[in-house]
């Protein structure tokens, strides 16, 4: 329920949090996040009920939710993080859980828990950064060594006041997609590296778990259901849905780690978000850019965009842009603007130019990658049109950047047929 809030506000999930829809608004989302936060920094942490033991795969979720609510509300400390005494307890019990997990699987404990070491080696890459980037990188590692040869988890299940959480696998094969999609939103493949050959097992469960009940008296269902709570013929909502999520954040990991090679090849500057604004959960900023509405994105897109010196008059040039380029970007996250999606930039040096197009990368929290005559003519004038075509091919398969053709005036002429 706190999830689909984050990202849809739906009226019923407003409704079974105990709030009226009168009070949608970023007041109330601020304050469910502060006494959530409470909750959690109080309890250090959460669990499947109150009076339940906390366990490290609900506090990630837990945490999930509460740093979405935060960066919907951007309350007045500006930041998506939770609170930094939260932070540190939370620092404190991901290292301790995921070393007692190392501990319980070396020797060959019962009690060690798939579930636990996802969830407390998500919490550490979260806010350990790099000193925490070893054992993260040994908790992965792991939740490869113990994934089973078909693509499943022995999880446990999880108990609180007459409450039993069966984990399901495919729970596992997500959480971990999530890890290494936040790692190369970071610049980083090295987990993705560790990663493959388990999200490439995952894959192959998927595909021998799909189940066809074609009984029921409603007509044919189709879909996945929990591998640790499996009944004959019975399809489950909650399993497929995390099946297509499995599915989507897999594809979204393919083009990143594609993405991320091709921009390695080119001089590149990031769009400029600070990293206290901006939420971290990359698989929560697909569909909604940064779980925040398109209108609160323009807004803050628009503070940035004033700053453009704009010698034109009724700043025509700001005003272009805003319409024309940035505010369509914003508003749909799969589709470039159908009017403008490219734009001439003249006038003589010195009148920030280049600023300007800084300025549109910024606003559009994207990265601005520069192309200049050196980089085609880098293999020699003779090699200029192929080294053209290369460019421009790996330009085809970028996704949600800014491309700033720079000085390239002459390569760009328009040339004279001679009959």
């Known amino acids: 329920l706190l999830m689909s809030f984050s990202t849809l506000r739906g009226k019923f999930a407003m409704e079974q949090l105990g709030f009226e829809m009168e009070s949608l608004d970023n007041a109330s989302i601020n304050d469910f996040a502060l006494e959530s ?59 301790s859980d995921l070393l007692i997990q190392l501990g319980l699987h070396a020797a060959e404990d019962a009690e060690f828990d ?167 959960w990359m698989d929560m900023a697909g569909p909604i850019p940064h779980a925040r509405s398109a209108s609160a994105e323009m807004a803050r897109a628009d503070k940035i965009l004033e700053k453009i010196s704009d010698p034109t008059e009724d700043a025509a040039v700001h005003s272009a842009l805003r319409t024309k380029v940035v505010h369509p970007s914003l508003g749909d996250t799969f589709n470039r603007p159908q009017d403008v999606s490219s734009f001439m930039i003249y006038g003589p040096p010195g009148t920030r130019k280049s600023s300007m197009v800084k300025s549109v990368a910024s606003a559009l929290d994207w990265p601005l990658v520069t192309l200049a005559p050196p980089d085609f003519l880098h293999d020699g004038l003779a090699e200029l049109e192929r080294r053209a075509e290369e460019i421009f091919r790996d330009l085809l398969r970028l996704r949600r950047v800014v491309v700033f053709f720079d000085e390239c005036e002459e390569l760009f002429r328009r040339r004279t047929i001679v009959n």
């Open 37 to 95: 936060n409470s909750k959690l920094e109080d309890r250090r942490g959460a669990s499947i009920s109150d009076d339940g033991t906390n366990h490290p795969l609900i506090t990630l979720h837990a945490v999930r939710a509460q740093e979405v609510f935060r960066h919907m509300s951007m309350n007045q400390d500006g930041r998506s993080r939770v609170d930094d005494s939260l932070e540190a307890s939370l620092r404190e019990d991901a290292r």
């Open 114 to 280: 798939p579930g636990a070491l996802l969830g407390a080696t998500s919490l550490l890459h979260r806010f350990a950064g790099m000193s925490g980037r070893k054992l993260v990188e040994k908790g992965l590692i792991l939740l490869g060594q113990t994934q089973g040869f078909d693509g499943s988890w022995k999880t446990r299940i999880l108990t609180g006041a007459r409450r039993l959480v069966y984990v399901p696998s495919l729970e596992l094969s997500v959480g971990i997609a999530s890890l290494v999609l936040n790692d190369l939103a970071e610049g980083s493949v090295r987990l993705a590296e560790i990663a493959e050959p388990i999200l490439l097992k995952s894959l192959d469960f998927l595909e021998a778990g799909y189940l066809e009940n074609s009984g029921d008296p409603n007509g044919p269902i189709a879909g996945w259901a929990n591998d640790q709570a499996r009944q004959p013929d019975v399809v489950e909502s909650w399993s497929t849905g995390l099946a297509v999520q499995l599915l989507m954040l897999t594809r979204r990991i393919s083009r990143r780690i594609d993405q991320h090679g091709i921009l390695k090849k080119y001089r590149v500057s990031s769009g400029g978000r600070s990293s206290s604004e901006s939420l971290r």
